[in-house]
Each structure stands twice: as structure tokens, then as C-alpha cells.
């Protein structure tokens, strides 16, 4: 590196990746941003050592990856969340003097995926979601924490870094229900998620088997059906909820779950403006500005989801009104 300037060899290149790698991951706060962030700098590495081993990090070498990219099957999505980690990887190394100024620039203009039309995603209907949260085996202490974890991610909307991430001082009385406060989210967004009755029992369910007092929740459970650990991952709950998925025959994710209670809340009735202040969405500040509105901790959205618990008897509770 000279005269900052990246000399167009493979070392100098590499060496200079991995240096600025970390930097650009303590850019971003969210845990699954860094992992995805990572990946799509490790999956640049291994193809510029493989393919543009001597042609030095240019517009060209970008747009060629981006071509790569494209021709291996991945979704527009996961393409523009790589390309948006490489030309943060050539803003900080052009910040840290390891890369011109014009070539940072440069590489910043190579375009994303053109997203046509909007996607809607997939998501649950009430029966499905009243099966998937019933689908673990309440005969173990992995069954007892997956109806929990299931319960809280279809009952409050919550993303799998937020739930991985939840502990039991999280959870407390306001007004006379249970609510997840002060839950800090996306982009530093801090929020209160009313805690439907239905998700609450599960969650007391677990928590009391597993004998857990304090701190996180939602704990790891060995094979022999033990506790492993002092807290999930946001890839374990993904993992977890894939298990469901998969035995149920349906691809649903974590974040179809979050879209499963916006859309059952919605259907069942409950404000918008509700649903946005339990989901955390970027545009409820804009909205609390400009309309006032203020969060319904009594007749919460999670209340209008239409979902039971079945019992130990095998009967069903009536479901709330």
C-alpha cells in the first residue's frame, strides 16, 4: 500500500481485507448485520483470491463479484446486503488511508439489485400458528423452551436477535398485564411489547422447569435434554424455528413469525398505529409526532391475535375475545 494507493497484488489486497474487516463489522450494532456483513466480506476474499487474484480492489473487481453474485442463485436481498459490506469495506479502507479517495468513490456507485414489485412474504394463519406453537414436546425441557421461544416470537412480534437477547428483568407488570420493557431494537429503537396471557403461561412454563431466575430466558438444552448454557444465539433460534418448519412441512423463518402477528393482529381488528408500536417499526416516531397517538397497553395488539395454548388435559381454552 502506497501513497494510498492499493498495489494490485493479491497479498497486499488480502492483507488489507482482513485488516478492515473488523472495522467495518463495529460499524453496524445488530449481531446478525455483523454475521452477514462477515460473510459477504469472507465470500469476497475467497472469490478475489480464486478468480481476480492480481486486479487490485477496483469498480471493475466489485461489479465482476456483483456478476458472480447474480449467476449463483442468491436473492436480490441477500446480493445488495454483500455489496452494501463491500462498499463499507472500501469507505473504511479508504478512511484509513488503505485506498484513494476516487476508487472508494468508485466502488460505492456499483448499483444493487433492482427489487421489482414488492415481496409479501410468507406468514401463518391462525390455525397454523395455534399448530406451530403446539407442535414441541412438553414432555422435555427443549420442547417446554421451543413452545416458549415459538409463543414470544408469534405473540410479540419480536425479531430472533431481540429474543435470543431477552431476559426475565425484561418482563414486567405495567398496567395490569405483562410487558417486554424498554426492549431495545433495530438501529438502537427502544420499545414496550405488551406480552399476550397465552405466550406469558408459556414462558412461565419454561422458566419454571429450567429453574431460571434471573437474566436470559431463552437458554440452551443439550441432547440430554439438559441446560448447556447461558444464552441463544439469534442463529440458534433461527435454528430452531427451521426444526418446526421443517416437521410442520412449511418454510417459514423467524421473521415470518414477526409478519404472522402483524398480520392476524391486523386482521383481528387492531390499529395500525398499535401494531407499529409493538413491532418498532422506523416510521412510528414519525407517526407518534405528527398524529400523537399513544401506545394501548390494555387493549394491546397481541391480545387481537386469536391464539390458545392446549392444555395438559388435551382441551382447548376458550380463546380471547
Same mark, same amino acid.
Given at each position: 500500500?502506497?501513497?494510498?494507493?492499493?498495489?494490485?497484488?493479491? &497479498?497486499?489486497?488480502?492483507?488489507?481485507?482482513?485488516?478492515?474487516?473488523? *472495522?467495518?463489522?463495529?460499524? !453496524?450494532?445488530?449481531?446478525?448485520?455483523?454475521? +452477514?456483513?462477515?460473510?459477504? +466480506?469472507?465470500?469476497?476474499?475467497?472469490?478475489?483470491?480464486?478468480?481476480?487474484?492480481?486486479?487490485?480492489?477496483?469498480?471493475? &473487481?466489485?461489479?465482476?463479484?456483483?456478476?458472480?453474485?447474480?449467476?449463483?442463485?442468491?436473492?436480490?436481498?441477500?446480493?445488495?446486503?454483500?455489496?452494501?459490506?463491500?462498499?463499507?469495506?472500501?469507505?473504511?479502507?479508504?478512511?484509513?488511508?488503505?485506498?484513494?479517495?476516487?476508487?472508494?468513490?468508485?466502488?460505492?456507485?456499483?448499483?444493487?439489485?433492482?427489487?421489482?414489485?414488492?415481496? +409479501?412474504?410468507?406468514?401463518?394463519?391462525?390455525?397454523?400458528?395455534?399448530?406451530?406453537?403446539?407442535?414441541?414436546?412438553?414432555?422435555?425441557?427443549?420442547?417446554?423452551?421451543?413452545?416458549?421461544?415459538?409463543?414470544?416470537?408469534?405473540?410479540?412480534?419480536?425479531?430472533?436477535?431481540?429474543?435470543?437477547?431477552?431476559?426475565?428483568?425484561? !418482563?414486567?407488570?405495567?398496567?395490569?398485564?405483562?410487558?417486554?420493557?424498554?426492549?431495545?431494537?433495530?438501529?438502537?429503537?427502544?420499545?414496550?411489547?405488551?406480552?399476550?396471557?397465552?405466550?406469558?403461561?408459556?414462558?412461565?412454563?419454561?422458566?419454571?422447569?429450567?429453574?431460571?431466575?434471573?437474566?436470559?430466558?431463552?437458554?440452551?438444552?443439550?441432547?440430554?435434554?439438559?441446560?448447556?448454557?447461558?444464552?441463544?444465539?439469534?442463529?440458534?433460534?433461527? !435454528?430452531? !424455528?427451521?426444526?418446526?418448519?421443517?416437521?410442520?412441512?412449511?418454510?417459514?423463518?423467524?421473521?415470518?413469525?414477526?409478519? &404472522?402477528?402483524?398480520?392476524?393482529?391486523?386482521?383481528?381488528?387492531?390499529? +395500525?398505529?398499535?401494531?407499529?408500536?409493538?413491532?418498532?417499526?422506523?416510521?412510528? *416516531?414519525?407517526?407518534?409526532?405528527?398524529?400523537?397517538?399513544?401506545?394501548?397497553?390494555?387493549?394491546a395488539p397481541c391480545d387481537r391475535l386469536g391464539l390458545r395454548l392446549s392444555s395438559a388435559t388435551g382441551q382447548q381454552p376458550p380463546?380471547?375475545?
Amino acid at each position: 500500500m502506497y501513497n494510498g494507493v492499493m498495489e494490485p497484488t493479491a &497479498t497486499d489486497q488480502i492483507e488489507v481485507i482482513r485488516r478492515i474487516r473488523p *472495522v467495518v463489522l463495529d460499524s !453496524v450494532t445488530s449481531m446478525e448485520s455483523k454475521r +452477514i456483513y462477515g460473510r459477504g +466480506i469472507d465470500r469476497f476474499v475467497t472469490w478475489v483470491q480464486s478468480e481476480r487474484p492480481s486486479t487490485g480492489f477496483t469498480k471493475a &473487481t466489485v461489479q465482476a463479484f456483483r456478476s458472480h453474485l447474480i449467476a449463483s442463485g442468491l436473492s436480490s436481498s441477500s446480493i445488495n446486503l454483500y455489496l452494501t459490506a463491500i462498499r463499507r469495506l472500501a469507505i473504511e479502507a479508504a478512511d484509513n488511508g488503505a485506498l484513494s479517495a476516487e476508487v472508494a468513490a468508485a466502488i460505492g456507485r456499483v448499483k444493487g439489485m433492482k427489487r421489482e414489485g414488492v415481496r +409479501i412474504g410468507n406468514w401463518l394463519t391462525a390455525p397454523e400458528s395455534e399448530s406451530f406453537i403446539n407442535s414441541p414436546n412438553l414432555n422435555t425441557l427443549k420442547g417446554k423452551r421451543d413452545r416458549a421461544l415459538l409463543a414470544i416470537l408469534i405473540g410479540c412480534g419480536l425479531r430472533r436477535q431481540e429474543a435470543a437477547s431477552l431476559t426475565l428483568e425484561d !418482563v414486567q407488570e405495567r398496567e395490569g398485564r405483562s410487558v417486554i420493557v424498554d426492549l431495545r431494537g433495530k438501529g438502537r429503537r427502544i420499545r414496550s411489547v405488551p406480552v399476550p396471557s397465552w405466550a406469558k403461561e408459556a414462558l412461565d412454563d419454561w422458566t419454571v422447569a429450567a429453574g431460571v431466575q434471573t437474566g436470559r430466558i431463552f437458554l440452551p438444552v443439550n441432547k440430554a435434554d439438559r441446560l448447556s448454557g447461558k444464552g441463544m444465539s439469534a442463529q440458534s433460534v433461527f !435454528v430452531a !424455528v427451521k426444526r418446526y418448519a421443517g416437521q410442520l412441512r412449511t418454510t417459514i423463518t423467524p421473521h415470518d413469525l414477526r409478519r &404472522t402477528f402483524a398480520r392476524l393482529a391486523h386482521k383481528g381488528k387492531a390499529p +395500525i398505529e398499535q401494531i407499529q408500536f409493538s413491532l418498532g417499526h422506523a416510521s412510528l *416516531v414519525t407517526s407518534q409526532r405528527y398524529v400523537g397517538v399513544q401506545q394501548d397497553l390494555i387493549d394491546a395488539p397481541c391480545d387481537r391475535l386469536g391464539l390458545r395454548l392446549s392444555s395438559a388435559t388435551g382441551q382447548q381454552p376458550p380463546t380471547t375475545p
